[in-house]
């Protein structure tokens, strides 16, 4: 049972641009949202996270939005850079858990 | 961010053998560790979830005499593929969480031949 649902599954953007990613979850007994940049035959490496406490987290270029009566969150890149080509996951643990329930993933592409 | 090491990153072995894949926490203590396993342009699916000195907590699906696992100190956990086979190729990534974060390792890449 998919828990977080992600969009999109695939993105390409320009250098220079604004990468958005997007999550949305049902549970709201969900406290942690980090997101995570895997590239190819790597493992995951979290990028930045946010609990629903706050409505933004900013960290360089990264910016983690949450929108709790929505019940959704994303991740937008600024000034798109080539190595940030990779696959993004969402992920959200529920409250007084351990196991994380992660996205589909989005490959992000960003052309030169 | 703290570092999770993973050892072997890749390893081939012969069906019927068994493999073992080692997770070590390198500069935090890990209450709770986690074996992934990720296919080709999917998301991760978790296998397992143990505390230090507790039996692992297998999902549904995951055959536990297949995939022993061993969470020996704070530090170290390992996953044991015994009678490996073909279907057992796949990557396989491990996770530790150390206070609110949880911190992957690098991942070992399992090829049975």
């Known amino acids: 049972q998919q828990q977080v649902k992600q969009s999109p599954q695939s993105l390409i953007v320009q250098k220079g641009g604004i990468s958005i990613i997007n999550c949305a979850y049902e549970?709201?007994?969900?406290?942690?949202f980090p997101w995570y940049q895997q590239f190819p035959g790597k493992g995951p490496a979290l990028l930045i996270a946010?609990?629903?406490?706050?409505s933004e987290k900013k960290e360089g270029r990264f910016t983690i939005s949450f929108n709790k009566s929505a019940k959704q969150f994303s991740l937008h890149i600024m000034d798109s850079q080539p190595g940030d080509s990779a696959t993004y996951f969402c992920a959200a643990r529920l409250r007084g858990a351990n196991d994380m329930r992660f996205g589909a993933g989005t490959r992000l592409t960003v052309k030169p | 961010g703290a570092v999770v090491s993973q050892h072997p990153s890749r390893v081939i072995c012969k069906s019927g053998t068994s493999v073992k894949i080692e997770c070590r926490s390198l500069d935090f203590q890990a209450t709770t560790m986690f074996w992934y396993r990720q296919f080709p342009k999917q998301s991760l699916m978790l296998m397992a979830t143990?505390?230090?000195?507790?039996?692992?907590?297998?999902e549904q699906g995951v055959e536990k005499d297949k995939f022993l696992i061993n969470h020996a100190s704070l530090t170290l956990s390992t996953l044991t593929v015994t009678s490996a086979h073909p279907e057992d190729s796949s990557f396989y990534i491990c996770?530790?969480?150390?206070?609110?974060?949880?911190?992957f390792g690098p991942g070992t890449r399992l090829t049975v031949t």
């Open positions: 143990s505390n230090e000195g507790s039996k692992a907590t297998y």
């Open positions: 946010i609990r629903p406490d706050v």
């Open positions: 549970n709201t007994a969900f406290d942690y």
């Open positions: 996770s530790a969480r150390g206070g609110y974060e949880q911190y």
